[in-house]
């Protein structure tokens, strides 16, 4: 069964200091989302990506974070500076939002950032 | 706005016994409804949706949910719990096909033995 990939898995960092997180979706899925979870919430949306275009990004802090897919297929996260705040699990998802309309986002692992 | 409510942190159940995670919503238009379950220090798996149709969803490991228009609900229930089914279950709605997710705090179930 098909799976997105994310990598690494765990990350700790000191505060002031860049990170990135790398996503491979599954394959044929034309979108792609990242979401942060706190500890003890659900998840929420940072940006999507409708190939390689950003279709919604308005709760991505755009002064410290950024977000590419470049040939509309992987994707990095990257954060810089990361500060203590940051620290959460990162997830990354994709769906086929082609002619099916099924839309069932397919979530990663997810990365663990702990920011010291 | 559209926002979920899981207005219980968390279900206890005895192994063998039924299930019930609840779960409002609110969006504009017609939702699109969600089931997902989080293991420890893993990501979501999903469980079942609502799109449209028949509003008892079956999904996967014996799970169901029904939606309920009038009350803006979507129940996960389960007839019989297993302990393996101990876990964080999240609820989520989108007001459109492809739009992002807006999930609830999510309720953790514990199932004793």
């Known amino acids: 069964e098909a799976e997105v990939a994310q990598s690494p898995r765990y990350k700790i960092t000191e505060k002031s200091q860049a990170v990135a997180f790398w996503c491979d979706p599954i394959?044929?899925?034309?979108?792609l989302y990242w979401y942060r979870q706190i500890l003890g919430q659900g998840p929420e949306l940072l940006v999507q990506?409708?190939?390689?275009?950003?279709?919604?990004d308005s709760q991505l802090p755009k002064d410290r974070f950024s977000a590419e897919r470049l040939k509309g297929v992987d994707s990095t996260l990257k954060i810089q500076p990361a500060e203590l705040g940051d620290s959460a699990m990162y997830l990354c998802?994709?769906?086929?939002?082609?002619?099916?309309?099924?839309?069932?986002?397919?979530f990663g692992p997810g990365t663990r950032l702990t920011v010291l | 706005a559209q926002s979920v409510a899981q207005p219980e942190d968390q279900v206890n159940v005895a192994e063998g016994n039924p299930l019930t995670v609840k779960c409002t919503y609110s969006?504009?238009?017609?939702?699109?409804l969600f089931w997902y379950v989080q293991y420890p220090n893993r990501g979501l798996q999903f469980l079942l949706k609502?799109?449209?149709?028949?509003?008892l969803v079956k999904g996967s490991y014996g799970f169901e949910a029904e939606f309920n228009k009038s009350q803006t609900s979507f129940h996960l229930k389960k007839p019989s719990a297993l302990v393996s089914d101990s876990a964080l279950y999240f609820c989520?709605?989108?007001?459109?096909?492809?739009?992002?997710?807006?999930f609830g705090g999510g309720t953790r179930v514990l199932v004793k033995p």
């Open positions: 989520a709605v989108s007001k459109a096909a492809g739009n992002k997710l807006t």
């Open positions: 609502y799109i449209t149709g028949d509003n």
């Open positions: 969006v504009s238009g017609n939702p699109y």
């Open positions: 998802a994709s769906s086929n939002s082609g002619g099916t309309r099924t839309d069932t986002q397919y």
């Open positions: 990506f409708q190939d390689e275009s950003v279709v919604d």
């Open positions: 394959s044929g899925h034309a979108t």
